[in-house]
């Protein structure tokens, strides 16, 4: 069985590897940067996906499973911790709120012409965390079924779940590398070990917390909205509505500093629940 799972893997890292450098070498061809977003998201699922049709893996391992209560807690992780994250930015001032820029630009998208800014404010909020997240969710359900619906399953039936959890981790952040070494998926104004330093272990730690939240759920559903509502809350809403006051860029998004501590705790908090796991869903 543990060499039916080697292969698995095997022949899923090299797939992904064809896939992941096929989109790279048309990314000078793509004009459309949303368009490439979803072809390079969507990379380990074609892998997983091909793997899945070689090796006769129903895609029902995948984990389809519908549980509303799990895919609220995939929502609500992403919102707690880059809550928790910035509030302490803009408390020790290592940035400012709000951003005069975020709030004309939400006004005009969401058709605010009056209104205070908090109504602004909490209406940008639910229309990226909850309206937006569908779309958000399609191109994050890529990545997904790759890393949570076929690699931590058969990591976790090869080694184990903790340690599933921390080597899926280590491969997302390695898959991201080029992105970052070429400036199209980082952040500017930071020392390029400091943010590597920063990802790393911010992907480590998510990686622990999602592959708990797969096995424990039996479901690639909350891991999606996890991820999903992770790119809307950080990137689209909290970024954006932080003023850059001078070292912002140190502390902010997933290249600074202030998400760290608190994704490390929460991963330390899983790991000793994984620990209470006695029946894996599959």
Known sequence: MKNKNQKRIYIFLASLLIFTTAVSVLSSFITNQN????????????????VSFITKRSLKQIGWKLSLKWM???????????????SAVWIFSFGDVPNPTFLERARLTLGIDSGSDSIVIISAFFYITVVNLLPAAVMALGEEIGWRGFLV???????????AGWISGIIWGVWHLPGILTGNYAQQGTPLWFQLTCFFILVISTAIILAWLRMKSGSILPAVIFHATHNGVV???????????GNTNWFTGEFGFALV????????YVLKRMDKMQKIPM
């Open 35 to 50: 368009l490439w977003s979803v072809l390079i998201m969507w990379t380990p699922g074609l892998a997983a996906l091909l």
């Open 72 to 86: 609220l807690a995939g929502w609500l992780f992403p919102v707690v911790y880059a809550t928790v994250a910035y």
């Open 153 to 163: 399953p058969e990591l976790t039936a090869w080694i184990g779940l903790k340690k």
């Open 235 to 245: 990137q689209m809403f909290y970024n954006r509505i932080t003023i850059d006051t």
């Open 261 to 268: 501590p608190v994704l490390i705790l929460i991963s330390i």
